[in-house]
């Protein structure tokens, strides 16, 4: 059974990196056809699609945040990794890691982490 | 950008009725869209993808429909754990994946 476990800090200043890392058990990162997704949700709010990297390496990036976003993978810890610069008290939020195919979609999601921006 | 929205914002239903929750996309997503469930201080879960396929492990209970612009999630009997909040997501065109805003399904 695959399984996804967020990891990093729970408070990061505003105008740093806020960084983040997905590890995942119970099958191979690197399999292909799979991408692996990041997604946030604000207290109270719904959920935003933040980006998505393929087995290949390739990236998309939701338009709105491309410009501070940065995902990658280091398949020999069965990791992915997101960076989001200059952040803001708008960046707080539960983050999630997930396994993403178009087709099912978001079949699955770690339990999530709450990064709070905040001086 | 496409834009999902759902309807209504909070749905209030009775233990064993039916719920019928909408999503209408701004734009054609063919019959690429996904619908979620998300209790309290969960992740959210996938139900159902290419519009009508319940994914693993998903109750008969569930059942969505439509294509284009125009989707329902239906919940025939709900039952005292299906009072969450739901989301579609349309694929169809992507990055980015796009959610709607979610559908609260409270206790009457």
């Known amino acids: 059974q695959l399984q996804l476990q967020e990891s990093g800090p729970g408070l990061v200043k505003p105008s740093e990196t806020l960084s983040l890392t997905c590890t995942v058990s119970?099958?191979?990162?690197?399999?292909?056809?799979?991408?692996w997704a990041w997604i946030r949700q604000p207290p109270g709010k719904g959920l935003e699609w933040i980006g998505s990297?393929?087995?290949?390496?390739?990236?998309y990036y939701n338009p709105s945040l491309r410009s501070r976003v940065t995902i990658s993978v280091d398949p020999s810890k069965n990791q992915f990794s997101l960076n989001l610069s200059s952040v803001t008290a708008a960046d707080t939020a539960v983050y999630y890691c997930?396994?993403?195919?178009?087709?099912?979609?978001?079949?699955?999601w770690g339990q999530g982490t709450l990064v709070t921006v905040s001086s | 950008e496409i834009v999902m929205t759902q309807s209504p914002a909070t749905l209030s239903v009775s233990p064993g009725e039916r719920a019928t929750l909408s999503c209408r996309a701004s734009?054609?997503?063919?019959?690429?869209l996904a619908w979620y469930q998300q209790k309290p201080g969960q992740a959210p879960r996938l139900l159902i993808y290419?519009?009508?396929t319940r994914a693993t492990g998903i109750p008969a209970r569930f059942s969505g429909s439509g294509s284009g612009t125009e989707f329902t999630l239906t919940i025939s009997s709900l039952q005292s754990e299906d009072f969450a909040v739901y989301y579609c997501q349309q694929y169809n065109n992507w990055p980015p994946l796009i959610f709607g805003g979610g559908t609260k399904v409270e206790i009457k």
């Open positions: 734009q054609s997503v063919s019959s690429n």
């Open positions: 990297i393929y087995s290949s390496g390739n990236t």
């Open positions: 290419g519009a009508s």
């Open positions: 119970g099958g191979s990162i690197t399999t292909s056809s799979y991408y």
């Open positions: 997930a396994k993403h195919n178009p087709e099912p979609g978001l079949d699955y």
